[in-house]
């Protein structure tokens, strides 16, 4: 995949290049042209063009297949994130007929890979695009027990989804570097669920949040997980039970 981000929308400009690079480079398989016309540096546009094949590429974790826009967000480290996914796995101790709640699921990559023994899962994120890549991704690994919610979990994750979709035996987190938002934290520790996972690609916010979840939750194990070898950063999943 290659993406283009770009301050303007010229696609005369941008389609000469993709042309080139295709050209270049027969094994890219899709050029997408974001373009990002705000005065911030990310790579994520405020609209996208497919200028060349679907949009998106293909991996693997595990068993399952995952669909990944060029917006969407995907562990770095596919053969380390199936590692990181077993410790995950490991700590929830999904038990037959659990309600799961993967919080910042992404593409759906966690919740796919819990979902083979629980009742249902549901998975909240963000982004648009990524929410739509896990709808897909549950229809091409034919999984039926997953619901997906799009929006900001700050806003999405009230009372009125876990009436409409079960209190959580488990619940799942994996939020950006920026750790949770302290509202979140607060309606994690209202809701009291049995039994937590947190997922964190950056120590010092997660720290942070587990102060606070200390509250209500012990923290029973911490395994970190070497996603970005001969670098200083480090993944940290928490095990994490109601006291
Ligand atoms: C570290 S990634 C985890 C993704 C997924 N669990 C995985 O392993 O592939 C964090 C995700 O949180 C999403 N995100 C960031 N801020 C969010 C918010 N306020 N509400 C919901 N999702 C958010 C991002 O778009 C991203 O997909």
Redesign the pocket.
């Known amino acids: 995949m290659v993406n283009l981000v770009t301050s303007e929308d010229r696609p005369e400009l941008v389609r000469e290049l993709s042309d080139a690079l295709l050209e270049a480079f027969p094994a890219i398989t899709t050029v997408i042209n974001n373009i990002n016309d705000r005065p911030t540096p990310t790579a994520v546009g405020r609209y996208e063009h497919i200028l060349h094949g679907p949009g998106y590429i293909t991996d693997h974790i595990g068993p399952y297949e995952f669909e990944i826009g060029a917006n ?4 770095t480290n596919t053969r380390q ?1 199936e590692r ?2 077993d410790v995950a796995r490991r700590y929830a101790e999904i038990q037959a007929g659990d309600t799961l709640y ?10 796919l890979f819990l979902s083979d023994k629980a009742s249902n899962v549901l998975g ?4 648009e695009v ?1 929410i739509g890549n896990a709808r897909q991704n549950a229809k091409k690994n034919g999984v039926k027990n997953v619901d997906f919610l799009q ?6 994750f009230k009372e009125e989804v876990v009436s409409r979709h079960g209190m959580p035996d488990c619940l ?1 987190t ?5 750790g949770m ?1 302290p509202d ?1 934290v607060d309606q994690l520790n209202k809701l009291k669920v049995p039994k937590m996972v947190y ?3 950056n120590s010092a916010t997660m720290a942070r949040d587990l102060k606070k979840l200390n509250e209500v939750y012990c923290i029973e194990e911490i395994q970190p997980v070497d996603m970005f070898p001969q670098t200083y950063h480090i993944e940290t999943v928490a095990r994490l039970r109601l006291k």
């Open positions: 969407a967000f995907f562990q994130a990181l996914y993967d919080l910042y699921c992404g593409v759906g990559t966690l919740t909240i994120e963000l982004s990524a929006g900001d979990i700050q806003e999405v799942i994996d939020p950006p570097r920026a938002h979140v997922v964190s690609c």
